[in-house]
């Protein structure tokens, strides 16, 4: 195979980028060897044309000349003559190491170099070496972590919602950076010696994993000033399971709440840890609910300063309870069934029922002729029989019917 020096000097100047994106040498040389000893086509309305030279030698013929069949058969010949002077041994010239030696200076392939597999390296090598961590960076949840974190997989024995602590903002990250045996364990074992049970571990960190980051100092300081305030260590166990959050709050703010709750209900020492302990959530809450529901009683209910501790130290829920429920079952108590003040006072255990059975309770005693809650009149019904006894025994004892004239009933309110 043989290429014109035209060919030659276009491979030698033209970059080749890639063999891959170039078409073959032998390929080339066969379209411009084609090109060059292709026959002339001529406009037979130029008679008079003149002769022009191809690059390679050959010369075009005058419509004239090309109309003589042995004048182009001569004229094709010596052309052929001529262009074969200028052809060179394709052998002779390197095309291929030239493209390859430019391909790869183009494309950068000589800096890379790809060590084998199996190739031996040195303990110094080895250390270097980075293994990538099978944790993910972030997630939206803790399940790819608890197989990996011992931290997260002993709170899951435990009973911890894991679930639902990673619905708040920024726990689940705490969790993970916690370690176990120096974050965890130590305030476990603070609570199980304070008394809390094993099995409400779980709901207690569930509802406060912020206990976690608390120092042990600020435990201890914290449950021995309880105590110095005369609460027994079962009393502060069962406050702390009642609520968490209770052991989060500093001594300040724990001597300023029961502070608080004496002087403002007039309580004794004795009846304000009684309060406190049998709902712990009085510590932990804001004071303005508790306010407005004191007030609420006092002046738009009209107790007095006596009924109003009974009615706390009898249902102390009676302070953080909703301001529209505890309006909306007093005003039915006091102006529809017409209860006095002494008889709610007495039994306050009615503000904290459900508004709905209240007023179906009263509604079918009224239908059956037996809504009577004067204690001096007959056939008195005393509000707790009212309100806490069950459905089949409220009718049997109270209404003196059947639970089927009760359910008909219900259905036509």
């Known amino acids: 195979m043989h290429l014109c020096r035209r060919c030659v000097s276009l491979l030698l100047s033209r970059p080749l980028l890639s063999a891959a994106l170039q078409p073959s040498t032998h390929t080339l040389h066969q379209r411009s060897h084609h090109i060059l000893l292709q026959p002339p086509v ?25 109309a003589s069949p042995d004048v182009y058969n ?8 001529e262009a074969e002077k200028h052809i060179v041994p394709f052998e002779n010239l390197n095309v291929h190491q030239i493209s390859n030696q430019e391909s790869l200076s183009d494309m950068g392939l000589d800096a890379v170099v790809r060590p084998s597999p199996l190739q031996e390296i040195s303990e110094e090598e080895a250390i270097q070496i980075q293994v990538p961590s099978a944790l993910p960076p972030d997630s939206f949840t ?19 919602n894991l679930w639902e602590l990673e619905q708040r903002p920024n726990v689940g990250s705490m969790l993970v950076r916690l370690d176990f045996h120096a974050d965890v364990a130590p305030k476990l074992l603070f609570l199980k010696d304070l008394g809390v049970e094993e099995s409400k571990l779980g709901t207690i960190l569930t509802k406060n994993p912020f206990i976690l980051t608390e120092s042990l100092d600020n435990l201890e300081a914290r449950v021995s000033y309880l105590k110095t305030k005369k609460f027994s260590q079962e009393s502060v166990a069962v406050m702390v399971s009642k609520a968490p959050y209770l052991l989060n709050f500093s001594v300040e703010r724990l001597d300023n709440r029961l502070g608080f709750f004496q002087k403002q209900l007039g309580l004794s020492a004795e009846k304000t840890r009684n309060v406190v302990t049998r709902l712990p959530k009085l ?19 009209g107790f007095r300063g006596n009924e109003i501790q ?21 005003d039915f108590v006091h102006n529809t069934m017409d209860v006095p003040h002494s008889l709610i006072a007495k ?3 009615v503000l904290n029922a459900k508004f709905l059975r209240i007023k179906e309770r009263h509604l079918f005693l009224e239908y059956l002729g037996r809504a009577q809650y004067q204690p001096s009149q007959p056939n008195y019904i005393s509000l707790d029989r009212l309100v806490f006894l069950p459905d089949d025994v409220f009718c049997s004892d109270v209404a003196l019917a059947t639970l089927e004239d009760f359910e008909r009933f219900q259905k036509t309110l």
Do not use: M
């Not at 001529?42 to 090309?66: F, I, K, M, V, Y």
């Not at 197989?147 to 435990?158: C, I, M, N, R």
């Not at 706390?312 to 953080?320: D, E, G, W």
């Open 42 to 66: 001529h406009r037979l309305t130029q008679r008079h044309s003149r002769e022009t030279w191809t690059p390679c030698g050959r010369r075009n013929l005058t419509d004239h000349q090309a």
């Open 74 to 81: 001569n004229k094709t010949d010596l052309a052929e003559r």
């Open 142 to 160: 803790l399940k790819p972590y608890v197989d990996q974190s011992e931290t997260l997989s002993k709170l899951v024995q435990l009973g911890v």
């Open 283 to 301: 510590l932990c809450r804001s004071l303005e609910p508790i306010k407005e529901n004191l007030k609420v009683c006092e002046l738009e209910f």
């Open 310 to 330: 009974h009615i706390v130290t009898t249902v102390p829920k009676v302070l953080i309870a909703n301001k529209r429920k505890l309006t909306q079952i007093f």
């Open 347 to 349: 039994f306050p255990q």
